[in-house]
């Protein structure tokens, strides 16, 4: 009894938690930012991202390179975008490529950039060669005409709706 080493009060397992780094919406910051906790941006970076999770507020901005395991953008980022799980809210602007494991793109979204699944064709190689990805084509309209006609990219492109033909009973 005499000998018996006290046991702490608090779990020493559990990691600590730390509080968010914020980028403040009056803020705009330069270079590079690393860390391995959870970066709210809701003014401007220009420069390079590295976190566990980043939020890009609606009144946020990022130019530049984004690497998160989770990635949520209802702002603007300009540059390619790296995550295991990446969400496009209502109001998010993108411009850049996304590599990501899952992806959700809600209504209202925009977004001008491919979409590749991590560990895709794009990052394949072949006897230890890397494979290089084939040149961008035009795609042929499945009809003579163009199914977007001659709408400028910013433009909100719906799809063309095809009636079908109503059916009298003949063969």
């Given at each position: 009894?005499?000998?018996?080493?006290?046991?702490?009060?608090?779990?020493?397992?559990?990691?600590?938690?730390?509080?968010?780094?914020?980028?403040?919406?009056?803020?705009?910051?330069?270079?590079?930012?690393?860390?391995?906790?959870?970066?709210?941006?809701?003014?401007?970076?220009?420069?390079?991202?590295?976190?566990?999770?980043?939020?890009?507020?609606?009144?946020?901005?990022?130019?530049?390179?984004?690497?998160?395991?989770?990635?949520?953008?209802?702002?603007?980022?300009?540059?390619?975008?790296?995550?295991?799980?990446?969400?496009?809210?209502?109001?998010?602007?993108?411009?850049?490529?996304i590599?990501?494991?899952?992806?959700?793109?809600?209504?209202?979204?925009?977004?001008?950039?491919?979409?590749?699944?991590?560990?895709s064709?794009?990052?394949?190689e072949q006897?230890?060669?890397?494979?290089?990805?084939?040149?961008?084509?035009?795609?042929?309209?499945?009809?003579?005409?163009?199914?977007?006609?001659?709408?400028?990219?910013?433009?909100?492109?719906?799809?063309?709706?095809?009636?079908?033909?109503?059916?009298?009973?003949?063969?």
């Amino acid at each position: 009894m005499f000998f018996r080493k006290q046991k702490a009060t608090g779990n020493d397992n559990r990691p600590a938690t730390s509080l968010p780094t914020h980028i403040g919406a009056d803020s705009v910051v330069e270079g590079s930012l690393v860390t391995d906790g959870e970066v709210q941006v809701e003014g401007t970076l220009r420069g390079t991202l590295k976190a566990r999770v980043c939020i890009v507020a609606a009144t946020g901005m990022v130019e530049g390179e984004l690497d998160a395991e989770d990635i949520v953008v209802r702002g603007r980022v300009i540059g390619p975008l790296r995550g295991e799980h990446v969400h496009l809210q209502d109001g998010a602007w993108v411009e850049g490529d996304i590599t990501s494991v899952t992806i959700a793109i809600d209504t209202g979204a925009r977004l001008s950039g491919a979409v590749w699944q991590a560990g895709s064709d794009r990052n394949a190689e072949q006897d230890g060669r890397a494979v290089p990805a084939l040149p961008y084509r035009e795609p042929s309209p499945l009809f003579g005409d163009s199914l977007w006609g001659s709408r400028p990219d910013n433009d909100f492109r719906p799809l063309k709706a095809v009636k079908p033909r109503a059916s009298n009973g003949r063969g």
